[in-house]
């Protein structure tokens, strides 16, 4: 409130020289006007006062100002104008290097087995705010905790990071034999058109035990931090994301094609249209933008709207998504059905062991068969590739299958 602004920086007149830090600063500093209804007043004035104070720049000398806030978007144009703050500093998602030195700070605070790696961790986790981070440390102790474990261990890690990006993993649901053979199928699709596409990033694991809302999934690993996204990339991942659909179809008939492909479906065709309307990727289209982000509704969400143009325009925005899809559609299918075989080898391998690591997949497309030590059966935790960990992106809300989105956007 008002009042709390004029006491906090009383406050710090009388403890001067000092620092006032106002974090969540949207939460008094949202655009006045913005929302239903007719705004909320005691915000308002709680903003007014705030505006009044850091005004007074005189009678405030050796105070410094820092406020923090995720959506610097919706702040009120007053307080970023001159005089207000005089310097605005970006914060991005930190990188490996940051990933790595905030895990140290967390993992301070739990007792690690030797085997722990805060390098690799980092290297599979891009994308990770420190909260996410932080998460990840303490999800890692629970399961240390549950399995009667005196030490936290890089399998608890691993874990860990498959629970905070993907959801819950639900063993004990039942499944039908049909239904795990139409799951090994579909991700199996996804798992080869992945191989056959040098521009995709490499598999991490494939899975058919359910998780979260997925009945299985294919996670990718990017080789590195990825700060650009590539025409060569998306049409990839469009491939990749029809590859699960796809392989339904080839193996149990166009009648017995499932649902189950919806997540896929949202993830191509959001890919698609921004490919058309955003990142100028269609040549019939040009590098024009056709649709704006929106920046809030009032709820939060951001949406995306088209700007004015002709019915014909919008005409063949539609028909280029459309052609986009189709294609990789066909590029999925001709991958599948001229690698039928390894369809079928790959699918097998799933039913039998549930969960293939990227390099088993490799191998069993390579040579048709693979190996594992014995008494490592069906155990995901049992195979996370040399070096390798998680990969990008793949949060529940993100789709079913790990896909890399352009971070930093
Ligand atoms: C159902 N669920 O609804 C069952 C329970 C096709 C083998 N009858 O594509 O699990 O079918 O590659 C984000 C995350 C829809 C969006 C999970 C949208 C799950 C997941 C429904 C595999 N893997 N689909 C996939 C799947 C389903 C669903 C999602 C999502 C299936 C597919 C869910
Ligand atoms: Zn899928």
Redesign the pocket.
């Known amino acids: 409130g008002a009042s709390r602004v004029r006491d906090m920086f009383e406050q710090a007149k009388k403890n001067a020289p000092c620092i006032v830090f106002i974090d969540e600063i949207d939460a008094v500093g949202r655009h006045r006007g913005a929302g239903l209804g007719n705004g909320n007043d005691e915000r308002e004035q709680t903003l007014n006062q705030l505006l009044v104070e850091m005004d007074g720049f005189e009678a405030n000398e050796g105070i410094i100002i820092i406020a923090a806030t995720n959506r610097p978007d919706v702040l009120d144009p007053a307080l970023l104008r001159p005089g207000r703050f005089d310097r605005q500093v970006v914060v991005p998602r930190p990188d490996i290097e940051g990933r790595e030195k905030i895990l140290a700070v967390h993992m301070k605070k739990v007792p690690l087995a030797p085997d722990v790696n805060a390098r690799t961790i980092a290297r599979g986790t891009p994308g990770f705010s420190g909260a996410d981070l932080a998460n990840l440390v303490n999800e890692a102790a629970l399961m240390a905790a549950r399995r009667g474990k005196r030490m936290v261990a890089m399998s608890e890690f691993e874990d860990a990071k498959d629970k905070v990006m993907m959801g819950t993993e639900r063993k004990s649901m039942v499944m039908t034999e049909d ?1 795990k053979k ?2 090994a199928y ?2 199996a699709g ?1 798992a080869l058109v992945s191989v056959h596409e040098p521009a995709s990033d490499p598999i991490h694991k494939a899975t058919i035990i ?1 998780r ?7 996670m990718r690993l990017p080789e590195r931090d990825n700060y650009s996204y590539h025409r060569d990339k998306m049409h990839a991942n469009l491939a990749v994301s029809m590859g ?1 659909r796809v392989a ?1 179809e080839i193996i149990f008939g166009y009648d017995k094609v ?7 479906i ?1 993830y191509a065709t959001k890919l698609a249209r921004d490919m058309v309307t955003q990142w100028g990727m269609s040549d019939l289209m040009g590098p024009l933008q056709y649709e704006e982000e929106q920046g809030e509704t009032f709820l939060g969400y951001s949406q995306s709207q088209r700007v004015h143009m002709s019915d014909e325009t919008a005409k063949k925005i539609d028909l280029e998504i459309r052609k986009l899809i189709d294609d990789s559609y066909d590029r999925a299918k001709h991958v599948l059905t001229k690698h039928e075989k390894q369809l079928h080898a790959l699918a097998n391998a799933l039913l039998e062991y549930e969960t293939l690591s990227g390099d088993e997949i490799d191998e069993l497309v390579e040579k048709g068969k693979f190996d594992r030590p014995d008494g490592e059966v069906a155990k995901p935790t049992a195979v996370p590739s040399a070096g390798a960990s998680i990969p990008k992106a793949g949060r ?6 790990g896909d890399p989105k352009p971070q930093g956007a």
């Open positions: 239904e139409m799951t579909h991700e996804h359910p979260g809302r997925a009945l299985g999934m294919v699960g339904e499932s649902s189950g492909a919806s997540g896929d949202q529940n809300k993100k789709g079913p299958f």
